[in-house]
């Protein structure tokens, strides 16, 4: 599935042992996949540490409301890293090709959902790109 998360401007807790530490708030989205569609719960975050090269580790909490009426809860955690200049153009909001850095994450979901109960059992991995006002998350089952 593809779920696209319209984000809110990142907000500073300064600086920790490890790096730089970001929450940033989901305001809204849309999600698509094989039998699932719906949209991404206002509220969502997503704590990232910035670590001293400008990598990113990804910390995200959040829910999905299906059409059909269900919700799932969304925990994935992941990296996103590239060459400087290329980080300095994903922090200034320029459009960047996904493939000239890397972002992975991997996905676990939880729903309390008979119709998409086998959710609760599967691992999905995912590739990321920037878009201009959030993320899109290309998530996979691992088989």
Do not use: C
């Not at 593809?2 to 920790?16: H, K, L």
């Not at 790109?129 to 993320?135: F, I, K, L, Y």
């Amino acid at each position: 599935m593809t779920i696209r998360v319209d984000v809110n401007a990142p907000v500073s807790f300064g600086r920790f042992p490890l790096g730089e530490r970001k929450l940033i708030t989901f305001d809204s989205g849309t999600f698509e996949g094989p039998d699932l569609r719906g949209t991404v719960a206002k509220g969502g975050v997503d704590w990232q540490l910035v670590m001293p090269d400008g990598t990113l580790e990804i910390r995200a909490h959040y829910a999905l409301h299906t059409d059909d009426g269900d919700s799932i809860e969304v925990v994935s955690e992941g990296v996103r890293t590239a060459p400087p200049e290329v980080m300095e153009r994903l922090a200034a909001g320029e459009h960047v090709d996904a493939s000239e850095y890397y972002f992975r994450t991997h996905i676990r979901l939880s729903t309390n959902s008979e119709r998409h109960d086998r959710l609760n059992r599967i691992l999905g991995v995912a590739w990321g790109e920037r878009t201009p006002v959030g993320v899109a998350i290309h998530a996979y089952e691992v088989l």
